[in-house]
T-cell receptor
Framework: DAKTTQPTSMDCAEGRAANLPCNHS???????VYWYRQIHSQGPQYIIH???NNETNEMASLIITEDRKSSTLILPHATLRDTAVYYC????????????FGTGTRLTIIP | DVKVTQSSRYLVKRTGEKVFLECVQD?????MFWYRQDPGLGLRLIYF???????EKGDIPEGYSVSREKKERFSLILESASTNQTSMYLC??????????FGSGTRLTVV
């Protein structure tokens, strides 16, 4: 699986959009971009994933650059409950079942 | 919603004890996983299973074994617990190409 690079930490004001970047410059054509988050003392939670098109669900939006070498997770109106560690992972959608987590971005929402 | 349930939230065991960590999922998923999470090291895959009675080693299987006698249950076994196995243990299941669902975790302390 391709390696990802994320900032160690970020702050965002409550009610504003939180934009979390991820670099994955060695991504292969068949690898998806997945985002998870982990709130303190809980298991990771799936947020969203995509291959090359932008994706949106009830939790977030995922913007993938045209060359697919980077992506941005957008939480449109951040709340205090969005404070968590956010993990960006790239992996083949099927076949290799392992999910490799990096150290992620610690997002703190400021009241 | 898919639920992954880990039998204990906190456990304290003595060195040398045999320890069983239980995980149950309620959505008939084929694939189940055991990870451990340690500060600064992120999540590391211990074992995973594609189906009943099938198991595959992850990245750090030493000192652990697993059992999958029924589809919904995946057990992690520490044959002889040691202090370096003090950690947060996370179980996950995965239906197919979609995201993983994690349990809330078991924080194991070996004294």
């Amino acid at each position: 699986d391709a390696k990802t690079t994320q900032p160690t930490s970020m702050d965002c004001a409550e009610g504003r959009a939180a934009n979390l970047p991820c670099n994955h410059s060695t991504i292969s054509g068949n690898e998806y971009v997945y985002w998870y988050r982990q709130i303190h003392s809980q298991g990771p939670q799936y947020i969203i994933h995509g291959l090359k098109n932008n994706e949106t669900n009830e939790m977030a939006s995922l913007i993938i650059t045209e060359d697919r070498k980077s992506s941005t997770l957008i939480l449109p109106h951040a709340t205090l409950r969005d404070t968590a560690v956010y993990y960006c992972i790239v992996r083949v959608g099927s076949g290799n079942e392992k999910l490799t987590f990096g150290t992620g971005t610690r997002l703190t929402i400021i009241p | 919603d898919v639920k992954v349930t880990q039998s204990s939230r906190y456990l304290v065991k003595r060195t040398g004890e045999k320890v069983f960590l239980e995980c149950v999922q309620d959505m008939d998923h084929e694939n189940m996983f055991w990870y451990r999470q340690d500060p600064g090291l992120g999540l590391r895959l211990i074992y995973f299973s594609y189906d009943v009675k099938m198991k595959e080693k992850g990245d750090i299987p030493e000192g652990y074994s697993v059992s999958r006698e029924k589809k919904e249950r995946f057990s992690l076994i520490l044959e002889s617990a040691s202090t370096n196995q003090t950690s947060m243990y996370l179980c996950a299941s995965r239906p197919d190409a979609r995201g993983y669902t994690f349990g809330s975790g078991t924080r194991l302390t070996v004294v």
